[in-house]
């Protein structure tokens, strides 16, 4: 494996020069990708994606993922080769943003008791914010500049008292990491662009996150130290630390090198056997190192797990995913090939 040697990183060759997939190859990858998406979002006139594959349907995700997707490419609202599809996800997004005042108003949803709820609104929230940056001064960024400070609120009034959110906008007594963490992510994004965020809840935020950590550097699903700790939650865990900033410290140092031991570890797993949440387990796991100051771990991992991912890629340019159907593994997978090209934000060093 390309992470196996000893657990220190060392400055050497990098032994998988003859697997190494060319840049060319993996820009066609992501077009065959992306027009996979193009196509299933044609075939629904609401600019959302169906439900191809999979048990679960999750459309105000997808439009976000797909949205992220596009515009990672190079496609802003209205601009480049997939212009078209970008603007129809946001106007999407956009319709599904609560317009009436009260305590739910800017929520973006299908309905106010969707089941997935925030951790979809923290990826809508995501993709205005990105969209914005690209296409500011028009009227649909002015709509867009509009439902983000809406989104922005609904995401601090459903802050839990402990610091992080769960699945529902209301600040109950029940939290969960994986939607603490699409939600300062998407907090951090829309600050970016100019939003006002309460600092409060962002130092609260990532205390949450901080105490989801183990002290061997795991990360768990929530603040129950007896919970299991995973490679995605310790994935998304950093990245999100240093998407917030923490580039530096003790957390973040004990973080990177429990990444590397669980990767080592379960060498070729992910290749016999189904791994939970696989797609977004190896974004994050790229955000993470791609983030990182030292770029030795990420150089190791990336070349090996892209020629994985690109011969994965099946004949009608999508990915598969058990659980949430091939729109939502093509576009994961699409934002994961496309992180080195930097066109989001999300993708910035």
């Not at 060392?10 to 190494?20: K, N, S």
């Not at 130092?203 to 299991?228: M, V, W």
């Amino acid at each position: 494996d390309a992470l196996r040697g000893d657990d220190t990183l060392r400055d050497e060759g990098d032994p998988f020069d003859d697997r190494r997939a060319s840049l060319d190859e993996t820009r066609r990858a992501v077009e065959r990708g992306l027009r996979y998406l193009a196509v299933q979002q044609a075939a629904h006139q609401d600019g959302t994606f169906g439900k191809v594959e999979g048990t679960q349907h999750a459309p105000v995700a997808l439009a976000a993922l797909g949205a992220l997707a596009f515009m990672a490419q190079g496609s802003t609202p209205e601009r480049g080769e997939f212009g078209a599809q970008v603007s129809r996800a946001v106007d999407y997004l956009l319709s599904k943003s609560e317009p009436s005042a009260g305590p739910t108003q800017g929520y973006i949803a299908v309905n106010r008791v969707d089941k997935l709820g925030m951790h979809g609104h923290g990826y809508a929230t995501l993709a205005l914010a990105q969209a914005y940056v690209m296409a500011p001064s028009s009227p649909r960024g002015a709509r867009i500049a509009s439902a983000l400070d809406s989104a922005v609120r609904i995401i601090e009034r459903s802050q839990t008292f402990e610091g992080g959110w769960y699945y529902q906008p209301d600040a109950g007594v029940l939290h969960e990491n994986s939607v603490t963490v699409i939600q300062l992510q998407a907090l951090r994004a829309a600050r970016n662009c100019g939003v006002r965020v309460d600092p409060e809840v962002v130092a609260k935020s990532i205390r949450y996150i901080e105490r989801c950590q183990n002290e061997d550097g795991a990360f768990r699903y929530g603040l129950d130290p007896t919970e299991h700790p995973s490679i995605a939650m310790t994935a998304s865990g950093l990245a999100t630390l240093q998407n917030a900033g923490r580039y530096a410290g003790p957390e973040i140092e004990r973080a990177v090198l429990q990444l590397q031991r669980a990767l080592i570890s379960r060498d070729g797993e992910l290749r016999r056997n189904p791994i939970d949440f696989r797609h977004y387990e190896r974004l994050y796991v790229a955000l993470a190192l791609w983030t990182y100051s030292d770029q030795r771990l990420y150089r190791r991992w990336i070349d090996d797990e892209r020629a994985l991912v690109l011969n994965e890629q099946r004949a009608d340019g999508s990915w598969g995913d058990e659980s949430f159907g091939s729109c939502y593994a093509t576009a994961m997978t699409c934002l994961f090939l496309s992180i080195e090209d930097g066109l989001l934000p999300l993708f910035e060093r």
